[in-house]
């Protein structure tokens, strides 16, 4: 694929549909058709015509690759030394770095989501790599144990095997590199199945990664839907390790397939978030942090604050200021710079939401929207929802909507707000506003939710764990937690001397 530079993406993003081609898996090195010969459509959230055509792998693709990222991983990626292996993830970030102007345009164009917001994703998806190349070299360490004079006892760090990934499609390319960057840089090789919807930037980034020269196998991507291409990853028995990010009943069906192999799971699931927000804190602020926290990434994000809680002395300002935001946030076209939400993903999910917004004023909330023009009547566009008189036994406050909708609530006290946020099933993310730090840091850990921020929006620390709890997820990924995850533990155990051995028998 030519280069797409910014400069060329104008009217509707022309010059990146005219560099677009079809789409192979890439497996062993070599971008191949599926055995098959199978394809599936991808298509454009926001006119609903076709972009190109994917092929669809299955399970003889899976063994194929899988066959080959064994081979990768027991003979020369397994084989390298540490100094080679980093060398190589730094290689990745660098040409990644040559081409953000590029994968910018590409993933707004399949995904919809505002090129404003895919320009910082990109430039961050550099930056997973070089963090975990530093994070390898400095802290994967192994501790030591001595015993007297008898024995000196240590642990090391070993790649697990094969990774299988199987990643989502709301902002694919950043959070695809959330899980190579760890996998890769910890020595394992890597199967990526990734999101049928989202397409373009997988592909990609098996361009860049094929650029950096990897040895062959140790990276492979395989097109296809979870049923087939996702659902023999998960089965076969030769992959050590499943990392998913995706909804929460899908996290449950893959466990339950894995179980016979004795897989490891990591899984980074849906999500409930709530935002509470106290009478002392910082208006403005939290209504900034609220107004992007829902409605950046199209509303799209598994940390959106989908639930509002907000005390009763400041409701009314805080509501009107919300209905003043929601009206003048800038709905179109994803491939311009000023727009702030852009099209759903595809015609299922935008329907899904759709079906949430009626079943919303079914259970008596008040529906406040903000207008789609009519001009972009073709795509999956949802525009930025209130759903005022909410409350928490409602479907629309218990359940992922995966949009930009958010439900107001009130509450007059603390002890009551903490109840109402811990009230679903899920518990990935939590935002408090409030002045009084020691009511903040109160209310973080009273809310059961796997992370938390305080007087912020969503502010990634790469350093840091991420994940959830209850149906939000299982495991940690981030910082050296990823470690657990992508290195398995051996102890090593060392005689100093001739200590004394029972002799059965003599």
């Not at 062993?28 to 058709?33: K, L, R």
């Not at 802290?139 to 007297?148: E, I, K, P, S, T």
């Amino acid at each position: 694929m030519s280069d797409v530079r910014l400069a060329d993406v104008n009217e509707a993003g022309k010059k990146v549909i005219s560099e677009i081609h079809d789409i192979q898996l890439y497996i062993d090195g070599e971008f191949v058709d599926a055995e098959s010969k199978e394809q599936f459509e991808n298509v454009s959230p926001f006119t609903n015509e076709k972009i190109n055509q994917v092929a669809s792998g299955g399970s003889a693709d899976i063994e194929k690759a899988v066959k080959a990222a064994r081979k990768a991983f027991e003979g020369e990626w397994g084989s390298l030394p540490l100094k080679e292996r980093l060398s190589y993830i730094y290689k990745i970030a660098d040409v990644i770095d040559e081409h953000i102007d590029e994968i910018a345009p590409l993933e707004s164009y399949d995904t919809g989501l505002p090129i404003s917001q895919t320009k910082k994703m990109v430039a961050r998806a550099a930056q997973n790599f070089r963090f975990y190349a530093e994070m390898v070299s400095s802290r994967l360490v192994g501790d030591a144990y001595q015993v007297d004079d008898q024995f000196l006892n240590y642990t090391i760090h070993k790649p697990v095997g094969i990774a299988g990934l199987i990643t989502p499609w709301n902002a694919p390319f950043m959070l695809e590199t959330w899980k190579i960057a760890p996998a890769l840089a910890t020595g394992n090789t890597v199967i990526l199945k990734p999101a049928e919807w989202s397409p373009l930037t997988a592909n990609r980034l098996a361009e860049i990664i094929d650029k950096a020269g990897l040895p062959d196998g140790v990276f492979n991507v395989v097109h296809g839907y979870g049923e087939t291409a996702g659902a023999s990853l998960v089965a076969h028995e030769d992959v050590e390790l499943i990392s998913f990010t995706g909804e929460t009943k899908t996290g449950s069906e893959i466990m339950k397939n894995g179980a016979d192999s004795l897989k490891q799971f990591s899984m980074e699931l849906g999500g409930k978030s709530p935002i509470i927000v106290f009478e002392d804190a910082d208006i403005e602020r939290a209504i900034d942090a609220c107004t992007w926290g829902i409605f950046s990434f199209n509303g799209e994000r598994c940390t959106a604050n989908s639930r509002l809680y907000v005390q009763e002395d400041i409701a009314e300002e805080f509501i009107m200021a919300l209905k003043d935001r929601v009206k003048n946030i800038v709905v179109g076209d994803p491939m311009k710079d000023d727009t702030q939400v852009g099209p759903l993903i595809h015609t299922k999910h935008y329907e899904n939401v759709k079906y949430y917004l009626d079943i919303a004023e079914q259970e008596g909330c008040q529906v406040i929207s903000g207008t789609v023009p009519e001009e972009y009547s073709r795509g999956n566009f949802v525009a930025p929802t209130l759903l005022l008189n909410a409350d928490t036994s409602m479907k629309v406050v218990q359940e992922e909507v995966f949009g930009p909708v958010i439900a107001v609530m009130t509450f007059k006290e603390e002890e009551e707000v903490i109840k109402k946020a811990n009230d679903v099933r899920y518990g990935l993310a939590g935002y408090v506003w409030t002045k009084d730090i020691q009511r903040g840091h109160r209310v973080a850990q009273a809310v059961d939710s796997g992370m938390l921020w305080i007087n912020s929006q969503n502010v990634r620390d790469l350093r840091t764990p991420f994940g959830g709890s209850k149906h939000s997820g299982i495991g940690r990924e981030g910082g050296h937690y990823a470690f657990e995850f992508y290195t398995e533990v051996q102890i090593i155990h060392v005689a100093l001397g001739d200590h004394r051995i029972p002799q059965f028998g003599k």
